[in-house]
């Protein structure tokens, strides 16, 4: 009887040595390059593996080059795997970063627009502070220096401007508007 060894019967087709011995040790090493994440596709990465190495069973000399074959063919449909998930997470990362910033592009024109809206319904006085503070970026001290009044004078006709805005814009929009505007003007202050 001759002696039957992993290589003679892979070549042949007979598989049960093969699966017994050696299929366990390729499904470890599937699951460890895969990772945690992707270890449940190892069983099909190593059946599509051992597929294509047994249509390759002619060019495969012997049993150390056919167990090399294989751990590099696992080796690779894994690495295939993690490069197509890895391509997808990228294009859909993509995807939303690229609708977030649209929508963030959107909500913001739509609140300067509303914004200035309120800002030239304002009476003159108040809407030169608006000025002043906001597209100039002046200091209230600046600009009680500009305008001939105190500083306390202009620190009020801020909280009288902003009273007027929030009247202007309405309920609704006033938080995220006012937020906004508040945090601009305090920078100046």
Not at 44 to 69: F, G, P
Not at 140 to 153: D, K, P, Q
């Amino acid at each position: 009887m001759a002696v039957r060894t992993l290589y003679t019967d892979f070549k042949s087709g007979k598989m049960d040595l093969f699966y017994r011995d050696f299929y366990p040790a390729l499904i470890a090493f599937a699951i460890h390059v895969l990772g945690s994440k992707y270890a449940y596709l190892a069983e099909d990465c190593v059946q599509e593996s051992i597929y294509k190495t047994y249509l390759a069973k002619d060019r495969i000399a012997d049993e150390s080059s056919l167990k090399s074959y294989l751990y590099t063919a696992v080796r690779n449909r894994a690495i295939g795997i993690l490069r197509k998930d890895n391509s997808q997470n990228n294009y859909l990362k993509q995807f939303e970063t690229s609708e977030q910033d649209i929508l963030a592009e959107l909500i913001e024109r739509e609140t300067m627009r509303r914004l200035f809206v309120a800002v030239d319904s304002l009476p003159e006085p108040y809407r030169r502070i608006f000025d002043l503070s906001f597209e100039e970026g002046l200091k209230n001290r600046e600009i009680a220096a500009m305008l001939g009044i105190s500083e306390s004078a202009v620190k009020k006709r801020k909280a009288r401007m902003l009273n007027l805005l929030r009247s202007a814009i309405g309920q609704s929009e006033e938080t995220a508007i006012l937020t906004f505007i508040v945090w601009i003007l305090s920078q100046n202050s």
